[in-house]
């Protein structure tokens, strides 16, 4: 048989938005570190690596630093984790709703804000990249005792939200 090649440059790397989650400890970091220019390492993912570029940020503000810091010098980009992005945008939206936990607005206007500033910060990175990799954890719901569904470890309708955001 014969190895064929499609039309078109080969040299060219990937380009959109790929999700990448599992369980713990699996290689989800290795992987996306092996795909992207930079890391943005929202936890602790990194540190058995070698020769990874990445910032460390540990507040949303420095977060977005870190993105326009990368911006200025890389073309792809990994979020590694999505759940500890996610926390960090909960954090703020109940700042901005003057409430102690999500939940507690009314009709749940305040998942709703999260859900939104989560999908425009991910839209923010397709605009500003080439690539972005987007790292989350694996959540396993038993849907019926004969059942299982595996998903990105995020609340409610997010989960299939991001996914559906990602190539």
């Given at each position: 048989?014969?190895?064929?090649?499609?039309?078109?440059?080969?040299?060219?790397?990937?380009?959109?938005?790929?999700?990448?989650?599992?369980?713990?400890?699996?290689?989800?970091?290795?992987?996306?570190?092996?795909?992207?220019?930079?890391?943005?390492?929202?936890?602790?993912g990194l540190g058995h690596l070698k020769?990874?570029?990445?910032?460390?940020?540990?507040?949303?503000?420095?977060?977005?630093?870190?993105?326009?810091?990368?911006?200025?010098?890389?073309?792809?980009?990994?979020?590694?984790?999505?759940?500890?992005?996610?926390?960090?945008?909960?954090?703020?939206?109940?700042?901005?709703?003057?409430?102690?936990?999500?939940?507690?607005?009314?009709?749940?206007?305040?998942?709703?804000?999260?859900?939104?500033?989560?999908?425009?910060?991910?839209?923010?990175?397709?605009?500003?990249?080439?690539?972005?990799?987007?790292?989350?954890?694996?959540?396993?719901?038993?849907?019926?005792?004969?059942?299982?569904?595996?998903?990105?470890?995020?609340?409610?309708?997010?989960?299939?939200?991001?996914?559906?955001?990602?190539?």
């Amino acid at each position: 048989m014969e190895l064929k090649t499609t039309e078109g440059n080969e040299n060219m790397p990937p380009k959109g938005i790929i999700l990448i989650y599992g369980q713990p400890k699996i290689g989800k970091s290795t992987l996306a570190a092996g795909l992207v220019d930079v890391v943005i390492d929202l936890g602790d993912g990194l540190g058995h690596l070698k020769g990874v570029k990445y910032y460390r940020p540990t507040t949303m503000k420095e977060l977005k630093e870190s993105i326009n810091l990368a911006y200025r010098d890389f073309k792809s980009i990994c979020i590694d984790t999505l759940d500890v992005l996610n926390n960090w945008i909960e954090d703020e939206v109940c700042q901005e709703l003057g409430t102690d936990e999500m939940g507690e607005a009314g009709y749940g206007s305040d998942w709703g804000k999260s859900r939104r500033k989560v999908l425009e910060f991910i839209h923010q990175l397709r605009n500003s990249f080439d690539l972005v990799v987007l790292v989350g954890h694996q959540k396993l719901a038993i849907v019926e005792e004969s059942s299982k569904a595996r998903h990105v470890d995020l609340p409610g309708k997010l989960s299939r939200y991001v996914t559906a955001q990602c190539d």
